[in-house]
C-alpha cells in the first residue's frame, strides 16, 4: 500500500493467510476446481488490504492503550474474512449488470477471466466462505459480536444497500437527490465496511466502550475519506495505477465530483480525513498508524 505506513504485520502474513483459507480439496471435479480457481483469482494477487490491516491496527491500538500483548491469531480470521466479502462485492460490482469493468486490480475482472455466470457464483462462494471462517473462529462472545457488526455491515443496511441505491440512482433524469443524500449512499456502500473493519478490531481487542467509540468514528471518517478520493480518483487518475478504468460518467453515475465538482470533492475528503485524526485525539502513539492510515486515504493514487 504505502511503504512509510508502519505496519504491525507485514503486506505477506495477510496474503498466506487468505492463501490458506482459500485452500480447499475440490476432490476429483474439474469444475469445482475451476470454481475454486475463480475465487482465489478474486482476492489473491492485488489489493491493499486495506479493511484487513484495519482490524489488525485497531486491535493493536487497543492492545498498546491496555498494555496487552498482541496476539495476531486472534484478529487474523476476520481480517481474512473481510477482504473475502470485499473481493466478492468488487466481483458482483464488475459485472455488466452493475459497473460493468473489464479491468480490476490491473487485470481482466473475474468475469471477463471466467464468464458472468461463474464470477456471480465465484462471488457467491467468497460471500459464504466469510462466514465459515467467521464461525469457524469464533470462540467467544466478542468474536460472535464482531461477526454481528459484519454482517450487517455487509448487508441490506450497509454495503449492499448503498450499492443498491447507487444502481437505482444511475443513469436517471430528474434525480432529487441532495449532498447528504449521496454522501449517506457512500457512507453504505462503502464506509460500512471499512468502519465495520475497525470496530471488528476495536471489539476483539475488548476496547472500553469509549475506545470503542472513537474508533467507530474514525472508521467512518475514514471510509468517508476514502471513497471521496475513489471518486477523485475515477476523474484524474492514472489506471495504469488504480488498475482500472474510470466507469463512473460512461454508467452516468451520481457521484461526489458530478454533483459538487473536484475541488469541493477534496475538500471534503481532506475534511473527513481530519475529523478520522480528530477521533484519535487521545490515542498518542498508539494510534500511529491507524493516523498514517487516514492520510494514505486521501492522498493515495490507487
Ligand atoms: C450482491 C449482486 C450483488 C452485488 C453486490 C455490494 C456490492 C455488489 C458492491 C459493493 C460496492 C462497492 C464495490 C463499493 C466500492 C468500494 C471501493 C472504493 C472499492 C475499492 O476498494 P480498494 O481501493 O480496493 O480498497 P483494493 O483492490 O485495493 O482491495
Not at 35 to 50: D, T
Not at 155 to 178: A, K
Not at 200 to 220: S, V
Request: charged share 25%.
Amino acid at each position: 500500500m504505502n511503504n512509510n505506513i508502519h505496519w504491525r504485520v507485514s503486506p505477506e502474513v495477510i496474503e498466506d493467510a487468505l492463501r490458506k483459507v482459500l485452500l480447499r480439496d475440490t476432490g476429483n471435479s474439474r469444475e469445482l476446481a475451476q470454481l475454486a480457481e475463480a475465487m482465489e483469482y478474486a482476492v489473491l494477487g492485488g489489493g491493499k488490504r486495506l479493511r484487513a490491516q484495519l482490524v489488525i491496527e485497531a486491535a493493536g491500538a487497543v492492545c498498546d492503550l491496555h498494555k496487552s500483548t498482541f496476539v495476531l491469531e486472534e484478529y487474523l480470521p476476520t481480517a481474512c474474512a473481510i477482504e473475502l466479502i470485499h473481493a466478492y462485492s468488487l466481483v458482483h460490482d464488475d459485472l455488466p449488470s452493475m459497473d460493468n469493468s473489464d479491468m480490476r486490480r490491473g487485470r481482466p475482472s473475474c468475469h471477463k477471466k471466467f464468464g458472468e455466470a461463474q464470477a456471480i457464483l465465484a462471488g457467491d462462494g467468497l460471500l459464504n466462505l466469510a462466514y465459515e471462517v467467521l464461525l469457524q473462529n469464533a470462540k467467544s462472545t466478542f468474536a460472535l459480536q464482531a461477526a454481528k457488526v459484519l454482517s450487517q455491515a455487509a448487508g441490506r443496511i450497509g454495503m449492499v444497500g448503498g450499492q443498491y441505491e447507487d444502481i437505482c440512482w444511475s443513469n436517471t433524469s430528474n434525480l432529487q437527490i441532495d449532498a447528504a443524500q449521496l454522501l449517506e449512499m457512500q457512507a453504505r456502500k462503502t464506509g460500512a465496511l471499512i468502519r465495520a473493519a475497525v470496530e471488528c478490531g476495536a471489539i476483539l481487542a475488548e476496547a472500553t466502550n469509549e475506545q470503542h467509540q472513537q474508533l467507530r468514528q474514525y472508521g467512518e471518517n475514514l471510509g468517508k475519506a476514502f471513497q471521496l478520493r475513489d471518486d477523485v480518483l475515477d476523474v484524474e487518475g492514472d489506471p495504469a495505477l488504480t488498475g482500472k478504468e474510470s466507469t463512473d460518467h460512461a454508467n452516468d453515475k451520481l457521484t461526489a465530483p458530478a454533483m459538487l465538482g473536484l475541488e469541493k470533492t477534496k475538500i471534503l475528503a481532506q475534511r473527513a480525513c481530519d475529523d478520522a485524526l480528530a477521533n484519535l485525539a487521545d490515542w498518542g502513539e498508539a494510534g500511529k498508524t491507524l493516523r498514517q492510515l487516514a492520510e494514505f486515504a486521501v492522498t493515495r493514487n490507487k
